[in-house]
């Protein structure tokens, strides 16, 4: 296995740990209202749930558009002429 997938399943297996341990109720605010007892594995799945989504979202490559492409795939002829080699490069080639 590659380094990157055991690193991925410790960091996995250290994070269930550390939900599985923390599993009392707890008072937890919201803005509005009056405090809730919310389990503390919820809360903290939940904000590392968050914490992926927005980790993915902002880490992900940007697409980039280049105009060299966009010319190419336009099908424009290209300036270059290939039966314009020189004897010596048809030889070369042959």
Same mark, same amino acid.
């Given at each position: 296995m590659k380094a990157k997938? *055991?690193? +991925? *399943? =410790? *960091?996995t297996?250290?994070?269930?740990i550390? =939900?599985? $341990? #923390?599993?009392?109720? $707890? &008072?937890?605010n919201f803005l509005i209202g009056?405090? +809730? @007892? $919310?389990s503390k594995l919820l809360v903290i799945g939940v904000c590392i749930l968050i914490g992926f989504i927005l980790g993915f979202i902002v880490?992900? @490559?940007r697409k980039t558009i280049s /105009?060299?492409?966009a010319e190419i795939e336009k099908g424009y @002829?290209? #300036? &270059? #002429?290939? /039966?314009a080699l020189s004897d010596e490069d048809r030889d070369y080639i042959s």
């Open positions: 997938t *055991i690193f +991925v *399943i =410790l *960091i297996c250290l994070l269930t550390f =939900l599985m $341990v #923390n599993r009392d109720a $707890v &008072e937890f009056a405090p +809730v @007892p $919310v880490g992900r @490559p /105009s060299y492409d @002829p290209t #300036n &270059e #002429n290939k /039966s």
